[in-house]
Every structure is written in C-alpha cells, then in structure tokens.
Nanobody, 126 residues
Framework: VQLQASGGGLVQTGGSLRLSCTNS????????VGWFRQAPGKEREFVSS????????YYTDSVKGRFTISRDNTKNTVYLQMDNLKPEDTAVYFC????????????????????WGHGTLVTVSS
C-alpha cells in the first residue's frame, strides 16, 4: 500500500477544497481509510474515516456538517470534501489505511492504521 494525498492548497475562509487519497501500490477497496490532520505545534488529530464498504463513517465534532468523506472504489480513491473552511482547519492532512483485521470503531485512532501517506497542506486564510 502506497498512499498519496492530494488536493490541498490555499483558500479563504468559507471556501472549499476536495482532498483525494489514492493507493499507487494496489487497491483500497478492502481497507477502511481515514483522514487525520496536524496543525503547527499540535498533535495529529482524527478528522474522518470511512469503512471499506462505505456505509459507515466517522467525523470529529469540529468538522461535522462541513466535511464529507466518500469513496469511489472504481477509481481506488477516497475523498474528503471540505466546505465552509475556517482558519482553524489549517493543517497538513494525511490519509491512512487500515488492514482488514482492524475494527472500524478503531478507525478513529491513529494507532489503528497500518499505512500512511505523505500529507497535503491546507491553508485557510482569514
């Protein structure tokens, strides 16, 4: 599994971005995938996750109603649509994938992920 996150950039408050996570080393279709972020001087935090079959999703409270996670298994890609962005969303965003032996409940926690990609920077200006 070789994950690649893309789609970050600079946006004004209230704007939108869509992040993408792909696996250049094979398929993502059987993995739960999560998004995490790390702001300068802060610890990495959970943002959202989606089960491999897509009906189950988690969001951290601060992004509920603004971010939407989805996946297109035909394209081997997981998306994070981010709307109504705020300056506090500024961070490096990482995608990660679980191995299939992990429970989806554990997808809210960084320790439960086996594979991590390089991050993509999201900057929201005020």
């Amino acid at each position: 599994v070789q994950l690649q996150a893309s789609g970050g950039g600079l946006v004004q408050t209230g704007g939108s971005l869509r992040l993408s996570c792909t696996n250049s080393g094979g398929t993502l279709r059987t993995n739960a995938v999560g998004w995490f972020r790390q702001a300068p001087g802060k610890e990495r935090e959970f943002v959202s996750s989606i089960s491999w079959s897509a009906p189950n999703k988690y969001y951290t409270d601060s992004v509920k109603g603004r971010f939407t996670i989805s996946r297109d298994n035909t394209k081997n890609t997981v998306y994070l649509q981010m709307d109504n962005l705020k300056p506090e969303d500024t961070a490096v965003y990482f995608c990660a994938a679980q191995s299939r032996d992990k429970t989806f409940y554990s997808s809210q926690y960084a320790y439960a992920y086996n594979y991590w990609g390089h991050g993509t920077l999201v900057t929201v200006s005020s």
